[in-house]
Every structure is written in structure tokens, then in C-alpha cells.
């Protein structure tokens, strides 16, 4: 997905502008089981982009809508309910949730009415850093670009071969993500819950036509032993799992589909760009999903390439890459050292230390409803952050 966000935000540059996306798998087709789809949450700099993109309206009925969060610190007092009036917002809303496989629809069919050029499957066998770039491809194959943008995930084996080097902080912990089915209605409300275990998310995804129950997308990290316990459970232990976590505010625990799991190690690219080459998506940075911000960061770096090759279309058709790319770096640098920053800070913050440095947090937590300043930084470093929505819906306009 990182890689055709990127693909249509330099498609909109210029129709002279051409693009090729390599992809190493087919797009999967057909529709998951309700309960088997994955999915991402997406905060309102994320709408705004997806507005100028011409994606949005394609999207707006899939959604599930985060009015609320309500967080929370098991088997400890406190808690607290952050409000779209704590991030200054003027919707009634906090964010939203989208399953990958609408999200992923939505971006081919814009790639397709963009004249984007799919390769699909192809996989790239070595590259060439010399100017022009060149990737050779392991059908034998070769292509040369002015700019080649590197999406291969957190392990990136392209990255690898550029010779960048990544700073790993390794959390000990992973993640095990699932839809789930509670008997309760749902009411908009996304719940983070501290456990002993780790962060446990709830996010609301939007109801099936004819069925009961509210679905929700479970993200929650643990250690690695107990991760991987969990995810090879059999349902009932899971459920039985999750609702002594959650209690019972949504009801009971009626179904869990398949379970997935990755290592939580915060990788971060100590070079994003090189003379021709760009790494984007967890290729760059690799972040906790405490707050869902992975995929939300990743689109407004590719809103911010798009506008640094844009502004060079005043008086000029040519395209400067290297002047482009030093523009980017500089305006994203902020940006994704505070995203780094807040999550880091919220994934650590509800670690369980003893009762005496506990003592402070729990009374922090408990006076969330009533210290608007703490409430309202909470939720802007967990929901993209004020001043950066601003801006990036400044220039999406």
C-alpha cells in the first residue's frame, strides 16, 4: 500500500510524470471472511490527503469511525476519554478504520485511472546506484529511473543493498492481531487498554449488514513467549484471554477470526535518501503500533515528496531529483522524529515498574477527565498531532 500511496502522489505531479510500481505478489483478489480481514487505522491529515487524491469518496462508506478513546489501565486505577474537541478538531470524529483489502482496491483502481504501470509478480535481483539508477529484475530484465522509491518492509533487502545502515531498538515484545466479535453495539469508541501483558488496542471496524454484534480489530503486544502462545490458541482460549483483558464493557467475546503476529523491533533507516534512491514505508521507519501511526506517517511523507517535485513545476518542466529530495528531508525530519518520539514514549509509558513508580502514572491516568493539558497532549501525540494536521490540511485544500 506504502508503495502506490507513493506512486499516485508523484503520478499527481505532472501528467509527463511517468511510474512503474514493482510488486512481488499478485494484488490478492476476492473478499476475506469478516473476521480474517486486516486492517489500518487512519487519522484526519490521512482524510485530507485521500481528499486531493481524488480517494476518499471511494472509501467513506467502508469506514469505521473513531468518535471516542477511551483508555484504560488494567487492574489499576484511572482512566480517561479523549474527545475530538482534544485534538481541535472540527469533525465529530477522531480518526477512522479501513480493512487493507478495500484500501488496497481503492488505491489500484486510482493507480489504473492515473496510467500507474503495474509489474506484478517481479521481484528485483540487484540494483545499480549509478546515475541514472537501474534495477535489474529477476526475470533478467532492466529498468532505469530518475528516482527509485524503496518500499520492501522493515527488513528491507534493498536497503541492504544500498549499504544504509538502521538503528533497531529492540522492544522484546510482539504484536498479535485479529478481528473479533462482541455481543455489545457499536458506539464509535476505540479502547486502548494497558495490560500486564503489554498495549492492547481495540479499533472499531464497521458492521456486516445482517449480523449482531460489534467487530472490532484487536492489536495486542506482549512478550515474544507470550505472543506466540496466543496466536496458536485455540479460539476459546483467546477469547476467554481477551475478555478477562477488556472486561465486559462490549459485551462478550463471541468470535475471533485468524490471528496474525510480528516482531515489535523500532527499526529507523539512518539515511532515508541517497543520490536516485528513497526509502519509504517500514523500509524508513518502522514504528510500535500503540497508536496506529505506521501507515498515517508513511502517507504524509509520500504527500511531501509530491509537493517538493511540485513546486519545481513553477516557470520549469524539469525536475530537479536531487534539489526534490533534499526538500523532502528536510520537511519530514520533524515530523517523524515526534511520531517516533510519541510512540515510543506511549508504548512505554503504561509499562508495569513496581507500585512506587506506578503510583505517579495511575494518578496521571485518573486525571485525564479532569486536566485538560495532560488530555489534550495525550491525544494529539496519539492521533498525528495538531500542528502537523494543520499544516498538512493547509496545503490539501
Known amino acids: 500500500?506504502?508503495?502506490?500511496?507513493?506512486?499516485?502522489?508523484?503520478?499527481?505531479?505532472?501528467?509527463?510524470?511517468?511510474?512503474?510500481?514493482?510488486?512481488?505478489?499478485?494484488?490478492?483478489?476476492?473478499t476475506p471472511s469478516?473476521?480474517?480481514?486486516?486492517?489500518?487505522?487512519?487519522?484526519l491529515v490521512s482524510k485530507g490527503i485521500f481528499e486531493a487524491w481524488g480517494l476518499w469518496s471511494s472509501l467513506a462508506t467502508k469506514l469505521g469511525v473513531i468518535r471516542q478513546i477511551h483508555v484504560s489501565n488494567q487492574q489499576r486505577f484511572g482512566s480517561g476519554l479523549l474527545q475530538p474537541a482534544d485534538v481541535g478538531s472540527e469533525e465529530d470524529t477522531l480518526g477512522f478504520v479501513i480493512e487493507n483489502h478495500h484500501?488496497?482496491?481503492?488505491?489500484?483502481?486510482?493507480?489504473?485511472?492515473?496510467?500507474?504501470?503495474?509489474?506484478?509478480?517481479?521481484?528485483?535481483?540487484?540494483?545499480?546506484?549509478e546515475a541514472p539508477p537501474r534495477l535489474i529484475l529477476s526475470t533478467g530484465?532492466?529498468?532505469?529511473?530518475?528516482?527509485?522509491?524503496?518500499?520492501?518492509?522493515?527488513?528491507?533487502?534493498?536497503?541492504?543493498?544500498?549499504?544504509?545502515?538502521?538503528?533497531?531498538?529492540?522492544?522484546?515484545?510482539?504484536?498479535?492481531?485479529?478481528?473479533?466479535?462482541?455481543?455489545?453495539?457499536q458506539r464509535g469508541?476505540?479502547?486502548?487498554?494497558?495490560?500486564?501483558?503489554?498495549?492492547?488496542?481495540?479499533l472499531p471496524l464497521p458492521d456486516q449488514s445482517g449480523s449482531t454484534g460489534s467487530r472490532f480489530n484487536v492489536v495486542w503486544s506482549m512478550s515474544e513467549e507470550q505472543a506466540e502462545a496466543l496466536e496458536f490458541s485455540e479460539d476459546d482460549e483467546f477469547c476467554s484471554g481477551l475478555q478477562q483483558a477488556v472486561g465486559w464493557r462490549l459485551?462478550?467475546?463471541?468470535?475471533?477470526?485468524?490471528?496474525?503476529?510480528?516482531?515489535?523491533?523500532?527499526?529507523?533507516?539512518?539515511?532515508?535518501?541517497?543520490?536516485?534512491?528513497?526509502?519509504?514505508?517500514?523500509a524508513a521507519h518502522g514504528?510500535?503500533?500503540?497508536?496506529?501511526?505506521?501507515?498515517?506517517?508513511?502517507?504524509?511523507?509520500?504527500?511531501?515528496?509530491?509537493?517538493?517535485?511540485?513546486?519545481?513545476?513553477?516557470?520549469?518542466?524539469?525536475?530537479?531529483?536531487p534539489a526534490a529530495l533534499q526538500t523532502f528531508a528536510a520537511r519530514v525530519r520533524q515530523d517523524q522524529q515526534e511520531t517516533v518520539g510519541a510512540t515510543d514514549m506511549l508504548s512505554t509509558l503504561f509499562a508495569r515498574?513496581?507500585?512506587?513508580?506506578?503510583?505517579?502514572?495511575?494518578?496521571?491516568?485518573?486525571?485525564?477527565?479532569?486536566?485538560?493539558?495532560?488530555?489534550?497532549?495525550?491525544?494529539?501525540?496519539?492521533t498525528g498531532g495538531r500542528r502537523l494536521a494543520n499544516k498538512a490540511l493547509k496545503v490539501t485544500s
Not at 500486564?196 to 488496542?201: D, N
Not at 512506587?356 to 501525540?381: C, E, G, K, V, W
Open 1 to 30: 500500500m506504502v508503495g502506490l500511496a507513493f506512486a499516485i502522489a508523484l503520478r499527481h505531479i505532472s501528467d509527463d510524470v511517468k511510474v512503474t510500481v514493482l510488486e512481488a505478489r499478485l494484488p490478492p483478489t476476492g
Open 189 to 202: 469508541i476505540a479502547w486502548e487498554r494497558f495490560t500486564p501483558y503489554g498495549p492492547l488496542a481495540l
Open 103 to 129: 484500501l488496497g482496491h481503492a488505491f489500484l483502481e486510482r493507480a489504473q485511472a492515473l496510467d500507474i504501470e503495474l509489474q506484478a509478480p517481479v521481484d528485483v535481483a540487484s540494483l545499480e546506484r
Open 287 to 321: 514504528l510500535h503500533p500503540v497508536a496506529g501511526q505506521g501507515l498515517n506517517l508513511s502517507l504524509r511523507d509520500a504527500w511531501h515528496l509530491g509537493a517538493a517535485f511540485r513546486e519545481q513545476l513553477t516557470g520549469t518542466k524539469a525536475l530537479c531529483v
Open 141 to 185: 530484465d532492466s529498468l532505469s529511473a530518475d528516482l527509485v522509491i524503496v518500499a520492501d518492509g522493515s527488513h528491507s533487502p534493498l536497503r541492504e543493498k544500498l549499504g544504509i545502515d538502521v538503528d533497531i531498538r529492540c522492544t522484546g515484545q510482539r504484536a498479535v492481531v485479529a478481528n473479533v466479535l462482541f455481543s455489545a453495539e
Open 353 to 382: 515498574r513496581g507500585p512506587l513508580l506506578d503510583l505517579p502514572r495511575d494518578i496521571a491516568l485518573a486525571s485525564l477527565d479532569t486536566l485538560s493539558p495532560l488530555r489534550r497532549y495525550i491525544a494529539r501525540r496519539g
Open 34 to 43: 469478516p473476521l480474517d480481514s486486516r486492517a489500518s487505522a487512519l487519522n
Open 251 to 282: 459485551g462478550k467475546v463471541l468470535a475471533v477470526g485468524k490471528r496474525t503476529g510480528w516482531t515489535l523491533d523500532r527499526v529507523l533507516a539512518k539515511e532515508q535518501v541517497r543520490s536516485g534512491f528513497l526509502l519509504a514505508g517500514n
